[in-house]
C-alpha cells in the first residue's frame, strides 16, 4: 500500500453582497468570497490537498481561472472532477483535516451540513472529513473581515 500526505492553502477576498460558498453550502453574510468559480475556499484547499498528494500539480493548473468555462461553476463539480483523477490513478481517501480561518460568521454551526454535503461529493464517509474553524483574534486581513483562508491536510492510499 501506498500512503501519500497532501496540503492546501487558500485565500479568498470578501465583498459585500456577494453570495457566501463555504463546505459547498450557501452561509447567510453579508459578504461572500470574490474569485472565478464560487470562490468555495474549503473546497478549493481539499482540491488542491488532494491534487499535491498524488502529485498531480493543483487546481489552477487543472481548472484555469482564464478558462471561461470555470466562471461561477459550482466548487463541488471541481471536486467530484478531481475524485475522478484521484481514482482514476488508483488513489482513495484516508482522510481530510482542513481549518477554514474567518472571523464572522461563525462557521460552527455549518460545519455537520458540510461534512453531510462533502461525504456525499466525494463519495466518502463523513468520519473521514474533519473541519475546524478558527477567527485571527481581529488580526490581519482575516481579522479585519477582508478576507477568508482555509488549510487542507489530506492522506491518500494506493
Known amino acids: 500500500m501506498k500512503i501519500r500526505v497532501g496540503f492546501g492553502y487558500d485565500v479568498h477576498k470578501l465583498e459585500e453582497g456577494r453570495d457566501f460558498w463555504l463546505g459547498g453550502i450557501k452561509v447567510r ?50 471536486l467530484q472532477r478531481v475524485m475522478m483523477l484521484l481514482r482514476d490513478a488508483g488513489y482513495e481517501v484516508s482522510n481530510i483535516d482542513s481549518t477554514i480561518c474567518l472571523q464572522q460568521p461563525k462557521v460552527n454551526p455549518h460545519i455537520p451540513e458540510m461534512k453531510t454535503v462533502l461525504a456525499k461529493v466525494m463519495e466518502i464517509p463523513e468520519e473521514d472529513i474533519s473541519i475546524k474553524a478558527t477567527t485571527t483574534e481581529k488580526l490581519g486581513f482575516v481579522g479585519k473581515q477582508e478576507g477568508v483562508a482555509a488549510y487542507a491536510t489530506v492522506l491518500i492510499q494506493k
Open 29 to 78: 453574510h453579508t459578504h461572500g468570497a470574490v474569485g472565478h468559480s464560487d470562490a468555495d475556499v474549503l473546497i478549493h484547499v481539499i482540491c488542491d490537498g488532494l491534487l499535491g498528494a498524488a502529485n498531480m500539480r493543483d487546481i489552477g493548473y487543472h481548472f484555469a481561472d482564464t478558462d471561461p468555462a470555470y466562471k461561477g461553476i459550482d466548487s463541488k463539480i471541481l
